[in-house]
């Protein structure tokens, strides 16, 4: 059984920074990993993701220049930084994880992932 835990979510001002973490247990084989986020009212989004190596990123235009992905494979665990964070930021955030291993492309649909953790919350106030 494959399991996702965030870490990391808090309240920060704008401008600020917080740097959320994801640990996964279960699962040894790397496969691809996104972040996603989801706002109250609103569907949950793309945010980036990081293919299976950690040299291929892909980021939404919302978060471009502001956000990175890391992943260490050798601790199971993704990361995001997230930088000069915005009251539009404002969401849970989740981690998740494609079923296929050594995938090289990172997918932007929630129906790419197979696995989810449970969220943690990010709080921008302006």
């Known amino acids: 059984q494959v399991q996702l835990v965030e870490s990391g979510g808090g309240l920060v001002q704008a401008g600020g920074s917080l740097r959320l973490s994801c640990a996964v247990s279960g699962r040894t084989v790397v496969s691809a990993m996104g972040w996603f986020r989801q706002a109250p009212g609103k569907e949950r989004e793309f945010v980036g993701g990081?293919?299976?190596?950690?040299?291929?990123?892909h980021f939404a235009d919302s978060v471009k220049g502001r956000f990175t992905i890391s992943r260490d494979n050798a601790k199971n665990t993704l990361y995001l930084q997230m930088n000069s964070l915005k009251p539009g930021d404002t969401a849970l955030y989740y981690c998740?994880?494609?079923?296929?291993?050594?995938?090289?492309?990172?997918?932007?649909?929630?129906?790419?992932?197979?696995?989810w953790g449970q969220g943690t919350q990010v709080t921008v106030s302006s």
């Open positions: 998740a994880a494609d079923r296929a291993v050594y995938r090289s492309v990172v997918r932007t649909g929630t129906a790419d992932y197979d696995y």
């Open positions: 990081i293919n299976w190596s950690g040299r291929g990123t």
